[in-house]
């Protein structure tokens, strides 16, 4: 084609039809240049093409993961539940609200331990390794930035800084002291159900828990519907 082309541009030149040649070269760089011009457009189709197929890869990873989050999340919103439930329970008798019974020897053995967030974040690592900006919605990537950089960032610190130093370092010591927990979580009773009553270093204790339980709660609670936000907007996303 290239010898084609120069074989006529030569005719004309020795034909002495300057005037063509000269129209003739202009249409040639003008053909080429358009020539330029669609196989940059084909390569930036194929290239939009192939980087909104990696955005739908990434997007139904992060929504999988998410789905298993929320498993993770309504247990730890279970568990926290039945934890403060029997905290309640017993602060009530240690208050002398209610009497004994066989009933609290459960909740006597439901009183301690706590959870942890594990999120399943590997694949927006990865994404974030190569660049956030694959997310071509501003609106959803901030959404999902805000998700993994701060909401789970700070419930995990809340964990590991304030409720599970309270936990280990002094509500279960406190327990340990005055109650006997034979099967944890099924049952447990008072060392000395007399002086248990009047014990003010494990009531502090146990309001204290309280109090942690609640805010544990109103945590997971909060993630839960964050992630549920963010699984509607990719279920959104990917339906464009």
Same mark, same amino acid.
């Given at each position: 084609?290239?010898?084609?082309?120069?074989?006529?541009?030569?005719?004309?030149?020795?034909?002495?039809?300057?005037?063509?040649?000269?129209?003739?070269?202009?249409?040639?760089?003008?053909?080429?240049?358009?020539?330029?011009?669609?196989a940059l457009q084909i390569n930036n189709w !194929?290239? *939009?093409?192939?980087?909104? =197929?990696?955005?739908?890869?990434? &997007?139904?990873e992060i929504k999988n993961n998410l789905a298993f989050d929320l498993i993770d999340i309504q247990f730890n919103? !279970?568990? *926290?539940?039945?934890?403060? =439930?029997?905290?309640?329970?017993? &602060?009530?008798y240690l208050d002398k609200e209610i009497s004994y019974s066989d009933s609290l020897q459960f909740?006597?053995? !439901?009183?301690?331990?706590?959870t942890r967030t594990l999120p399943n974040n590997s694949t927006y690592e990865t994404l974030k390794s190569r660049g956030l900006e694959i997310i071509s919605n501003d609106s959803l990537?901030?959404?999902?930035?805000?998700?993994?950089?701060?909401?789970y960032h700070n419930i995990i610190d809340f964990e590991k800084q304030d409720d599970n130093s309270f936990q280990y370092g002094i509500f279960m010591p406190e327990v340990s002291?005055?109650?006997?927990?034979?099967?944890?979580?099924?049952?447990?009773?008072?060392?000395?159900?007399?002086?248990?009553?009047?014990?003010i270093q494990l009531k502090n204790a146990?309001?204290?828990?309280?109090?942690?339980?609640?805010?544990?709660l109103s945590w997971y609670k909060g993630l839960r519907r964050e992630v549920e936000k963010s699984i509607n907007a990719i279920e959104i996303e990917l339906k464009k």
């Open positions: 084609m290239i010898k084609f082309f120069r074989r006529i541009r030569q005719n004309l030149l020795l034909e002495g039809k300057t005037g063509k040649y000269l129209k003739y070269a202009i249409g040639e760089i003008i053909l080429v240049v358009i020539g330029i011009l669609i !194929n290239n *939009n093409i192939q980087q909104s =197929k990696l955005e739908r890869k990434y &997007l139904s919103i !279970n568990f *926290n539940e039945s934890r403060l =439930k029997s905290n309640k329970i017993i &602060l009530r909740h006597f053995g !439901n009183l301690i331990f706590t990537r901030q959404q999902i930035t805000k998700l993994y950089s701060y909401v002291k005055a109650i006997e927990i034979t099967e944890v979580w099924e049952n447990g009773y008072a060392i000395n159900e007399q002086n248990i009553v009047n014990n146990i309001v204290t828990n309280i109090k942690l339980r609640e805010t544990m």
